[in-house]
């Protein structure tokens, strides 16, 4: 058994997977087979949980039935609702309330007798939990804002329904397109953090409600799925200081501080999906006629590439995207998590069926030989 202490786990390897594929060096994202370009922009975000789920591109029939399925679960028991809506009206964090979603939903699900293992009853599971937690988000976002939830509206697609459930009106066919392929973008990549937390749990034989309540948990720090706030918020402060972004930038590194959304654990250049979400940002701004955000956004990306040869990843592109579609920033993290669940769930049904407890040691480097003091003399 190796010595070797790898901090962070980082070039260790724990697992196979045939979900996704990543060549950090080549700036290349794969699932199930499938370059992330093309599934960007030929696939739903119900194509690739189905690719991510059963292993094959859906027929025509299959996706058919698939989307109508996942439509018809979106609805919250009301006990479930309640609660979202009173801890959106407490103004309370938006992640915390996926979580409390996804462990109360483990209570009212009809799967819940069901074996952890039990792969039917796991993808039923999935669907119902990826069908609900845009609910949940939204009523949670309208709560906040003294706002009646909006119900889903079976008419619409996954992305689509979300945008109108968040901002109560249909959104525009270049938003809906735009946030499906976002969510697209974002449903796997991985063994990280958050996937990593599920796995972990998995492999106890928790069930999966308890997996993705882990997997949102590790999300939800800033280290991992906040990342795209602090984009965006960075881009607000030099907007308000009516500042060039480079001298911005610049000024931002004479005083160490970190400028948000460069560099990644996996890619040596460029995150394709920062490409892809880069296209789309110029696109809405375009449709809006106003690219600013997209130009500030460009002109750093261009002074990082020649000053200190680092490239964007996926959360300095993502978060000027969802800001042109009026998403509040706080919910860029829970978003990504919206997304994600799909490749969540698609790691913990791997994990399953062919399960092995995750139990890593540690080098222990404290004391061995301290002699006992009783209470009275310490």
């Known amino acids: 058994m190796s010595e ?3 901090r ?6 724990v697992a196979e997977s045939t979900l996704s594929y990543i060549d950090g060096s080549e700036g290349q994202l794969v699932y199930r087979g499938y370059d992330i370009a093309d599934l960007a922009d030929h696939a739903s975000y119900e194509e690739t949980l189905y690719l991510l789920w059963n292993g094959e591109l859906p027929t025509e029939s299959e996706l058919s039935s698939f989307r109508d399925a996942m439509a018809a679960e979106r609805s919250l028991p009301a006990e479930v ?5 009173t801890l959106g009206r407490q103004e309370g964090d938006p992640m915390a309330a996926l979580q409390t979603t996804v462990s109360m939903l483990s209570a009212y699900d009809e799967d819940r007798d069901a074996e952890p293992t039990d792969t039917a009853a796991n993808v039923a599971r999935g ?11 939204a009523t949670f976002a309208r709560a906040r804002d003294g706002e009646e939830p909006v119900a889903p509206d079976e008419e619409l697609d ?3 329904n979300f945008l109108y459930m968040l901002n109560g009106e249909r959104p525009d066919a270049v938003a809906a397109d735009v946030f499906d392929q ?6 796997d990549h991985g063994l990280n953090a958050s996937t990593f937390g599920g796995l972990v749990t998995a492999s106890t034989l928790a069930d999966l409600h308890a997996s993705v309540t882990g997997a949102i948990g590790a999300l939800s720090g800033s280290l991992h799925g906040g990342a795209n706030a602090d984009v965006m918020r960075m881009l607000e402060e030099i907007d308000a200081a009516d500042q060039d972004p480079v001298e911005w930038v610049e000024q931002a590194l004479e005083e160490e501080r970190r400028v948000a959304g460069f560099g990644h654990r996996v890619y040596d250049v460029k995150d394709p999906r920062a490409k892809i979400l880069g296209e789309r940002s110029e696109k809405l701004g375009e449709a809006a006629g106003d690219t600013r955000w997209y130009e500030m956004s460009r002109d750093i990306e261009s002074y990082m590439a020649d000053e200190k040869g680092i490239a964007p990843n996926v959360d300095f592109y993502s978060a000027t995207t969802y ?6 920033i706080d919910i860029y993290t829970p978003i990504f998590a919206l997304s994600r669940v799909g490749g969540w769930i698609a790691h913990v049904l791997e994990q399953y069926e062919d399960n092995r407890l995750i139990r890593p040691r540690a080098r222990y480097v404290g004391e061995t030989d301290r002699e006992w003091v009783p209470v009275s003399e310490r």
Do not use: C
């Open 323 to 328: 800001y042109q579609m009026g998403i509040p």
């Open 158 to 160: 996954h992305a689509a």
């Open 81 to 85: 609702s309640q609660a979202v809506e």
């Open 182 to 187: 976002a969510l697209v973008l974002h449903a």
């Open 127 to 137: 669907r119902r939990i990826t069908a609900k937690l845009p609910t949940a988000l």
């Open 8 to 13: 962070g786990l980082e070039g260790v390897l």
């Open 4 to 6: 070797e202490l790898q």
